[in-house]
């Protein structure tokens, strides 16, 4: 898929609830019904304050000039071997000097997210979600469980398919005993938000999917699947360290 829509399915979610990006949410599901690329397009993602800053770091490390290419964009919200080529240092560089944290955290704070950069904490969509969303001053209701995981971008295997409704088998966050963990799967029902896409027209049982704000994204393959639940578990043991 073009790196540039499939950026704009993983962003529509939180930004239709206006938790991120310009107030553009009809002109970006626009573009994705439409399939419509182009500088607009990449206007809109360019003024998503946190995402485009990473999507950027990450193409900088690997020497890629488009940071909306598809890797770039599999990396930040999936994962894949991208991220392993960004220094610690240059992370740590990141998020002091490009989003400004030390100053939005306090100094304590984001020494705390530089000894988890140490531990080998990387540019994914899980990390920002785990350890730095979560501190960012956002309204207490934000800073529930519940809205922690739904921000994660989470993996679903498809159970039913019937009009408008998808029912989804997908492993939910769980706080038990002072920790962070993925419990048993659970099926939950998800109303189409991306409906003109071809990929989620096809849907069918037994397939892949992931998911973010309870927006379908785009269907994925087993590896992408194992990819996702590796980065993520990892920055759930790192956030487990400092709950």
């Given at each position: ?9 993983y ?7 206006h938790y991120?990006?310009p107030?553009?949410?009809r002109?970006?599901f626009?573009?994705?019904c439409?399939?419509?690329?182009g500088e ?8 998503f304050?946190?995402?485009y800053?990473?999507l ?5 490390a690997n ?5 909306l290419?598809?890797?770039v964009?599999?990396a930040?919200?999936i994962?894949n071997?991208?991220l392993?080529r ?11 000097d490009k989003?400004?944290?030390k100053?939005k955290?306090?100094?304590k704070t984001?020494e705390m ?8 904490a990387l ?15 956002h309204?207490?209701r ?5 809205n922690?995981?739904?921000?994660l971008?989470?993996v679903g ?6 009009g ?13 005993n002072?920790?962070l963990?993925?419990?048993a ?7 189409r938000?991306l ?15 992931s998911?973010h ?5 785009e ?17 759930i043991s790192?956030?487990n360290?400092?709950?």
């Amino acid at each position: 898929m073009n790196g540039l829509l499939r950026c704009s399915r993983y962003a529509f979610g939180p930004n239709r609830l206006h938790y991120c990006g310009p107030d553009k949410n009809r002109e970006i599901f626009s573009h994705i019904c439409e399939g419509e690329e182009g500088e607009g397009l990449t206007e809109l993602l360019a003024q998503f304050e946190t995402m485009y800053p990473y999507l950027c770091h990450i193409a900088e490390a690997n020497k890629i000039r488009n940071p909306l290419s598809d890797r770039v964009v599999e990396a930040y919200w999936i994962g894949n071997t991208l991220l392993d080529r960004v220094s610690k240092q240059k992370l740590y560089e990141h998020l002091r000097d490009k989003l400004r944290m030390k100053d939005k955290l306090g100094a304590k704070t984001f020494e705390m997210l530089a000894k988890k950069i140490g531990q080998g904490a990387l540019p994914h969509h899980s990390f920002h979600v785990l350890d730095i969303w979560k501190r960012m001053g956002h309204a207490e209701r934000e800073h529930s469980l519940e809205n922690i995981s739904e921000c994660l971008v989470s993996v679903g295997k498809i159970v039913s398919v019937s009009g408008p409704f998808i029912v989804v088998e997908t492993e939910p966050l769980l706080y038990e005993n002072g920790k962070l963990v993925f419990g048993a799967p659970e099926q939950k029902n998800i109303l189409r938000q991306l409906e003109s896409d071809y990929d989620i027209e096809q849907l069918k049982p037994g397939d892949l999917v992931s998911i973010h704000w309870s927006v379908i994204c785009e269907k994925i393959t087993k590896r992408q699947a194992e990819n996702l639940r590796k980065y993520t578990r990892w920055h759930i043991s790192l956030a487990n360290e400092t709950l």
